[in-house]
């Protein structure tokens, strides 16, 4: 399976500010995928990261909010805009690459404090 | 809409014993995947195992299976021989056999191995 990075791996911010998460593949990869996994919860799905062109979000996500870039097949960012402590969580980006398409591998996680 | 319900929020199991974590979950597709992923103190989700709808066989991986029992819509993960480091949250997930390859999370099951 693909080898996922994701940066920074935690971070603490301040109310107001944004916060850019990288997310890094060794390997050329279909689908790329930003999720949102709130203290103690299940991962929500935030967006689809299309390369080449606009994300496609999820019910409850906008884009201002949630900026993605996927300039190529490796690579992706998030970007958590004018943040609040609600936006307090881990975001993580998995991938479907490879033969099993049917299989998400996901990245080690970027855990966010909104102070 | 496709719903997954994993009914034990949190579950123990001593050290060597077996331990299975249940999932049940609701679709009107016949074609598709289920997973289930591990969720250490690390943060990363791994794969643990997948179970293609249209195989009737179970799967397995090494000391994990699965009960799929498709017209229960039942999904079970087994654990045997469980080790200190299967403690983590386990999540259950759903994806259509054809579509954007979403994935629809269960709220997860955290299970605890006890020495």
């Known amino acids: 399976s693909a080898v996922i990075s994701q940066k920074p791996s935690r971070d603490i911010c301040q109310r107001g500010t944004s916060l850019t998460i990288q997310c890094q593949v060794d390997?050329?990869?279909?689908?790329m995928f930003w999720y949102r996994q709130q203290p103690g919860q299940s991962l929500t799905l935030i967006a689809t990261?299309?390369?080449?062109?606009?994300?496609?979000?999820e019910s409850g996500f906008v884009i201002d909010k949630f900026p993605i870039s996927r300039p190529n097949l490796t690579f992706s960012t998030l970007t958590v805009s004018n943040m609040s402590p609600e936006d307090s969580s881990i975001y993580l980006c998995?991938?479907?690459?490879?033969?099993?398409?049917?299989?998400?591998?996901f990245g080690p996680g970027t855990r966010l404090t909104v102070l | 809409a496709q719903t997954v319900t994993q009914s034990q929020p949190e579950m123990s199991v001593q050290e060597a014993e077996t331990v299975t974590l249940s999932c049940t979950y609701d679709?009107?597709?016949?074609?598709?995947?289920l997973f289930w992923y591990k969720q250490p103190p690390s943060r990363q989700m791994i794969l643990v195992i997948r179970?293609?709808?249209?195989?009737?066989q179970n799967a397995t991986e090494n000391r994990f299976s699965v009960n799929f029992q498709k017209a229960a819509k039942s999904f079970s993960l087994k654990i045997s021989d469980s080790q200190l480091g299967d403690t983590a949250m386990y999540f259950c997930?759903?994806?259509?056999?054809?579509?954007?390859?979403?994935?629809?999370f269960g709220t997860g099951t955290r299970l605890k191995v006890l020495a």
């Open positions: 998995s991938v479907v690459s490879g033969s099993k398409t049917d299989t998400q591998y």
């Open positions: 390997s050329q990869v279909t689908m």
């Open positions: 990261a299309n390369q080449g062109s606009e994300a496609t979000y």
């Open positions: 679709t009107s597709e016949n074609n598709y995947y």
């Open positions: 179970q293609e709808a249209y195989k009737q």
């Open positions: 997930a759903f994806m259509k056999h054809v579509g954007t390859y979403k994935y629809i």
